[in-house]
T-cell receptor
Framework: DTGVSQDPRHKITKRGQNVTFRCDPISEHNRLYWYRQTLGQGPEFLTY????????KSRLLSDRFSAERPKGSFSTLEIQRTEQGDSAMYLC?????????FGDGTRLSIL | AQSVAQPEDQVNVAEGNPLTVKCTYSVSGNPYLFWYVQYPNRGLQFLLKYITGDNLVKGSYGFEAEFNKSQTSFHLKKPSALVSDSALYFC???????????FGGGTRLMVKP
């Protein structure tokens, strides 16, 4: 069990730039989740995939955000035209049923 | 809509003493309840879950939690705290039909030697 892997661990970018994060779930897990965690808060749900199908999206996921999971394996989360408010830790989790197993996250800092 | 409340931002306890971290929830139907722990600059580590069955659930690292349906609570407990238990603890809930977890705001546990 190699765990959920996220890349990069840290990303610093200028406001207005696009960023993409990658998540590699535990290999036998068909469910994949993205959450956002701001400082001092609990994680907030963004979106959920079962295999390659994106089945649920939060209202937090504005038009600037897009997530994919081609072939039902790894997933990417892209943020276009980043804003200051996008600064957060982006967490990926995977599972078969429950519980969800989390990666160490990608910390995004917007200059 | 489902929600979780962790009423204490921080809990302080001396090493060797019992600890309790409180959690109350609101959800439609039967709840799925979880506790996770987070260390600095790391993701969330699963501690334990309640789906159905016995109200007292045992988990990793000597932690346990008690499900109380009438009080809609799921408090995390440990009989004897360790300094290494110091971390941020999150309670989460999911309804039986959904997939997303809703987390509380977290409770920082400080265990002093």
């Amino acid at each position: 069990d190699t765990g959920v892997s996220q890349d990069p661990r840290h990303k610093i970018t200028k406001r207005g730039q696009n960023v993409t994060f990658r998540c590699d779930p535990i290999s036998e897990h068909n469910r994949l989740y993205w959450y956002r965690q701001t400082l001092g808060q609990g994680p907030e749900f963004l979106t959920y995939f079962q295999n390659e199908a994106q089945l649920e999206k939060s209202r937090l996921l504005s038009d600037r955000f897009s997530a994919e999971r081609p072939k039902g394996s790894f997933s990417t989360l892209e943020i276009q035209r980043t804003e200051q408010g996008d600064s957060a830790m982006y967490l990926c989790a995977s599972g078969r049923e429950q519980p969800q197993h989390f990666g160490d996250g990608t910390r995004l800092s917007i200059l | 809509a489902q929600s979780v409340a962790q009423p204490e931002d921080q809990v302080n306890v001396a090493e060797g003493n019992p600890l309790t971290v409180k959690c109350t929830y609101s959800v439609s139907g039967n709840p799925y309840l979880f506790w996770y722990v987070q260390y600095p600059n790391r993701g969330l580590q699963f501690l334990l879950k309640y789906i159905t069955g016995d109200n007292l659930v045992k988990g990793s690292y000597g932690f346990e939690a008690e499900f109380n349906k009438s009080q809609t609570s799921f408090h995390l407990k440990k009989p004897s705290a360790l300094v290494s238990d110091s971390a941020l603890y999150f309670c989460a809930v999911r309804d039986w039909a959904g997939n997303m977890l809703t987390f509380g705001g977290g409770t920082r546990l400080m265990v002093k030697p």
